[in-house]
């Protein structure tokens, strides 16, 4: 009897899951656009990350470097992709771009249905309230507010899974249940959101404590270790590549505690838990900006789960507070509560140690104060239907429990997310006709435009979004086939950081004329990096405009910089610099020429013959995110100079035989290149 309870568990959640996706699916394809403060998570990165996944899926390779962004980024090593999630690599290796996103939707909400319900079968609780509980979770504000962020999502999906697994083994002491739990942890972290697969260890390490106090047997120590090591094998795929890259990031040290304990959640949010617009509404622009609330964001901090779902958990901490599975998660909703506050909890110090201080937006501990709500609250609707069952007006009363709780969720739900069509979405915006192929592009944007918009008209209309895809952020040109100078600020180099930072701060914007100045040392910059057009929001007197969109709220232009140097070239000369500072001074000075001298940071041991008049060249023959093959002709000994990022990943051969890379102009590649015709 029971396989057909689950099995009906399972069909019920498949079709309330698809109903509530069915506006992506008909009348037309339609995607979510969400936006969020500045810029869009899903548009900006999350959206350009999946179509690279399945365009690496679909020509059976795998997208560990994006030459496209940020003159070069390591995307596998980066994470947020989700390479090897399993649920990955069958969407984008099977469908349309669009058919994966959606059904990518369904089927996270569909693992996070499963995964609570099976878990609450598993400790005791009936299959109606299972079936409640598991509604709770996965259409909570944790959920709802945050399916702009794929990953994210996607990993608290699989939350549920690792705590079964975990309780699992407590009770049984089965060993096959080591190699699973590693695996769905190791899942868990594929999705690609490892703040996600970090807070849930913490709370299934205090389930596993707390359930465990009483074994004092030595398996009871090695079981998490072997699962942990286990783990890590598994990962390690991802683990390897991501240490790489955090070893250059500009977190290679973590977040200082202002950074780390940024976006806290404040106390007196937890009204939200009764009203989820209480403090104002995102959607509608009522919410305040995080500059002006403290480092509160809407979508952070919402875990919204209706009202009658935290009366049971009340209910169910008084009536049963001996139980261990109730003590176990009441002290789990406590710690839980004390780190999603950060730097408002008396815990806030932790913020300060490792791995705590390499993640930011403390906030997000809510998915596990949410998960401990979802326990104790189906706890509290089994002991409800438990002494409803003999009354007169008992099935009524259960009935009308569960339309209230599914109604609160799902008008929260439905009512939430901004979608439009997916030809829309991802049709190329118009300045994309003035954005070569050839060379990279530069964005100019302080991102007011957007708030001016998103700030006191949130998204109910979606519009003025679509217009402001003109504008060609990073990483939005990955769907348009352009290459962008920038990348999505999320994990960059301490290299690349450095210097997009000194072309930022050497662009001014002037918002009373609505115009902007680009002085010398930018212009120099995005010269040596084969930035020939810079798009911006504001108008320029000094570069040449190639075009400009019109819109409803502001107007788009492209302009043209000039005496941009090659991609790769041949230089005679070096200086070596060994600082930013130096680097800055160097190429202030009017003499200086990038065209000419190529900037290192230790001497070369070749001697290279100073012969820039002589016949050269340089040919590009593989042109790949992976692969770059040149043919050169040079008379003399001398560097060839790439304009792409620097990066530890990266090996060069001359005639097939391995060359030393060195770092130039702060961020990119050069080698030494014999006299003669050379394939490098």
Same mark, same amino acid.
């Given at each position: 009897?029971?396989?057909?309870?689950?099995?009906?568990?399972?069909?019920?959640?498949?079709?309330?899951?698809?109903?509530?996706?069915?506006?992506?699916?008909?009348?037309?394809?339609?995607?979510?656009?969400?936006?969020?403060?500045?810029?869009?998570?899903?548009?900006?990165?999350?959206?350009?990350?999946?179509?690279?996944?399945?365009?690496?899926?679909?020509?059976?390779?795998?997208?560990?470097?994006?030459?496209?962004?940020?003159?070069?980024?390591?995307?596998?090593?980066?994470?947020?992709?989700?390479?090897?999630?399993?649920?990955?690599?069958?969407?984008?290796?099977?469908?349309?771009?669009?058919?994966?996103?959606?059904?990518?939707?369904?089927?996270?909400?569909?693992?996070?249905?499963?995964?609570?319900?099976?878990?609450?079968?598993?400790?005791?609780?009936?299959?109606?309230?299972?079936?409640?509980?598991?509604?709770?979770?996965?259409?909570?504000?944790?959920?709802?507010?945050?399916?702009?962020?794929?990953?994210?999502?996607?990993?608290?999906?699989?939350?549920?899974?690792?705590?079964?697994?975990?309780?699992?083994?407590?009770?049984?002491?089965?060993?096959?249940?080591?190699?699973?739990?590693?695996?769905?942890?190791?899942?868990?972290?594929?999705?690609?959101?490892?703040?996600?697969?970090?807070?849930?260890?913490?709370?299934?390490?205090?389930?596993?404590?707390?359930?465990?106090?009483?074994?004092?047997?030595?398996?009871?120590?090695?079981?998490?270790?072997?699962?942990?090591?286990?783990?890590?094998?598994?990962?390690?795929?991802?683990?390897?590549?991501?240490?790489?890259?955090?070893?250059?990031?500009?977190?290679?040290?973590?977040?200082?505690?202002?950074?780390?304990?940024?976006?806290?959640?404040?106390?007196?949010?937890?009204?939200?838990?009764?009203?989820?617009?209480?403090?104002?509404?995102?959607?509608?622009?009522?919410?305040?900006?995080?500059?002006?609330?403290?480092?509160?964001?809407?979508?952070?901090?919402?875990?919204?789960?209706?009202?009658?779902?935290?009366?049971?958990?009340?209910?169910?901490?008084?009536?049963?507070?001996?139980?261990?599975?109730?003590?176990?998660?009441?002290?789990?909703?406590?710690?839980?509560?004390?780190?999603?506050?950060?730097?408002?909890?008396?815990?806030?110090?932790?913020?300060?140690?490792?791995?705590?201080?390499?993640?930011?937006?403390?906030?997000?501990?809510?998915?596990?104060?949410?998960?401990?709500?979802?326990?104790?609250?189906?706890?509290?609707?089994?002991?409800?239907?438990?002494?409803?069952?003999?009354?007169?007006?008992?099935?009524?009363?259960?009935?009308?429990?569960?339309?209230?709780?599914?109604?609160?969720?799902?008008?929260?739900?439905?009512?939430?997310?901004?979608?439009?069509?997916?030809?829309?979405?991802?049709?190329?915006?118009?300045?994309?006709?003035?954005?070569?192929?050839?060379?990279?592009?530069?964005?100019?944007?302080?991102?007011?435009?957007?708030?001016?918009?998103?700030?006191?008209?949130?998204?109910?209309?979606?519009?003025?979004?679509?217009?402001?895809?003109?504008?060609?952020?990073?990483?939005?040109?990955?769907?348009?086939?352009?290459?962008?100078?920038?990348?999505?600020?999320?994990?960059?180099?301490?290299?690349?950081?450095?210097?997009?930072?000194?072309?930022?701060?050497?662009?001014?914007?002037?918002?009373?004329?609505?115009?902007?100045?680009?002085?010398?040392?930018?212009?120099?910059?995005?010269?040596?990096?084969? /930035? $020939?057009?810079?798009?911006? @929001?504001?108008?320029?007197?000094? !570069?040449? &405009?190639?075009?400009? *969109?019109?819109?409803?709220? #502001?107007?788009?232009?492209?302009?043209?910089?000039?005496?941009?140097?090659?991609?790769?070239?041949?230089?005679?000369?070096?200086?070596?610099?060994?600082?930013?500072?130096?680097?800055?001074?160097?190429?202030?000075?009017?003499?200086?020429?990038?065209?000419?001298?190529?900037?290192?940071?230790?001497?070369?041991?070749?001697?290279?013959?100073?012969?820039?008049?002589?016949?050269?060249?340089?040919?590009?023959?593989?042109?790949?995110?992976?692969?770059?093959?040149?043919?050169?002709?040079?008379?003399?000994?001398?560097?060839?100079?790439?304009?792409?990022?620097?990066?530890?990943?990266?090996?060069?051969? /001359? $005639?097939?035989?391995?060359? @030393?890379?060195?770092?130039?102009? !702060?961020? &990119?590649?050069?080698? *030494?290149?014999?006299?003669? #015709?050379?394939?490098?």
């Amino acid at each position: 009897m029971r396989k057909y309870t689950f099995a009906t568990a399972l069909l019920v959640f498949f079709l309330a899951t698809l109903l509530f996706f069915i506006r992506l699916f008909t009348p037309e394809m339609s995607l979510f656009i969400t936006p969020d403060f500045g810029q869009s998570d899903l548009m900006q990165l999350n959206y350009p990350a999946k179509y690279s996944l399945l365009q690496a899926l679909q020509n059976k390779s795998l997208p560990l470097w994006n030459g496209a962004i940020g003159t070069g980024f390591p995307q596998l090593a980066e994470g947020q992709i989700g390479v090897f999630n399993i649920v990955n690599l069958v969407l984008y290796s099977v469908f349309s771009f669009e058919w994966a996103i959606n059904i990518g939707y369904v089927a996270i909400f569909f693992i996070a249905l499963v995964g609570t319900y099976t878990y609450l079968r598993y400790i005791g609780i009936s299959a109606i309230a299972g079936l409640i509980g598991a509604f709770i979770f996965a259409y909570s504000g944790i959920f709802i507010t945050q399916i702009s962020h794929i990953n994210l999502i996607h990993a608290s999906s699989y939350i549920p899974w690792v705590f079964l697994c975990t309780h699992a083994y407590i009770r049984t002491r089965k060993l096959v249940l080591i190699p699973v739990t590693s695996l769905v942890i190791s899942q868990q972290f594929f999705a690609g959101f490892p703040q996600i697969s970090f807070i849930t260890l913490c709370g299934a390490a205090m389930l596993y404590l707390f359930l465990s106090s009483n074994r004092k047997s030595i398996s009871t120590y090695l079981a998490p270790a072997a699962i942990l090591l286990l783990f890590m094998g598994l990962s390690a795929v991802q683990l390897l590549p991501s240490r790489e890259f955090l070893e250059v990031s500009t977190r290679k040290d973590g977040f200082l505690f202002a950074e780390a304990a940024r976006f806290s959640y404040p106390w007196k949010h937890l009204i939200t838990f009764l009203q989820p617009n209480a403090l104002g509404s995102a959607k509608h622009g009522t919410y305040p900006p995080f500059h002006a609330f403290d480092g509160s964001i809407y979508w952070e901090n919402t875990g919204y789960i209706g009202i009658l779902p935290l009366l049971f958990a009340a209910f169910i901490l008084v009536k049963k507070r001996s139980n261990v599975v109730v003590r176990v998660y009441a002290l789990l909703l406590f710690v839980s509560l004390l780190l999603m506050t950060g730097k408002h909890s008396p815990l806030y110090f932790i913020f300060t140690f490792p791995p705590f201080n390499y993640f930011r937006v403390p906030s997000r501990y809510i998915h596990l104060f949410v998960w401990s709500l979802t326990i104790l609250s189906s706890l509290g609707i089994h002991q409800f239907i438990a002494m409803q069952k003999s009354t007169k007006h008992g099935r009524l009363l259960i009935f009308a429990m569960i339309m209230v709780i599914l109604y609160q969720l799902f008008t929260f739900g439905w009512n939430y997310n901004a979608t439009r069509t997916a030809a829309a979405v991802l049709a190329p915006p118009p300045i994309t006709e003035y954005v070569p192929h050839k060379n990279r592009y530069y964005v100019h944007d302080d991102g007011l435009k957007w708030n001016d918009h998103f700030i006191t008209k949130g998204w109910v209309d979606t519009e003025p979004y679509i217009e402001m895809r003109n504008i060609l952020r990073p990483n939005a040109n990955l769907l348009h086939n352009a290459s962008s100078f920038q990348a999505y600020p999320i994990l960059l180099t301490r290299r690349f950081e450095l210097l997009n930072a000194l072309v930022e701060s050497n662009i001014t914007t002037n918002k009373k004329s609505d115009t902007f100045d680009i002085n010398t040392t930018a212009l120099k910059i995005l010269q040596m990096s084969n /930035v $020939d057009t810079l798009v911006s @929001a504001y108008k320029n007197e000094s !570069l040449q &405009q190639l075009g400009s *969109v019109k819109g409803a709220s #502001s107007t788009y232009y492209a302009y043209r910089i000039e005496n941009v140097l090659p991609r790769a070239y041949f230089v005679y000369n070096y200086k070596v610099v060994k600082s930013v500072d130096e680097f800055t001074r160097t190429i202030l000075d009017s003499q200086f020429n990038f065209a000419t001298t190529v900037l290192l940071e230790k001497p070369l041991s070749q001697i290279i013959t100073s012969d820039a008049d002589a016949k050269q060249s340089v040919d590009f023959v593989t042109n790949a995110h992976t692969r770059i093959t040149l043919t050169t002709n040079t008379v003399s000994t001398a560097i060839l100079v790439l304009s792409d990022l620097y990066y530890p990943g990266w090996k060069a051969y /001359v $005639d097939n035989k391995e060359t @030393a890379i060195f770092a130039a102009n !702060l961020s &990119q590649r050069a080698i *030494v290149v014999p006299k003669g #015709s050379k394939k490098n």
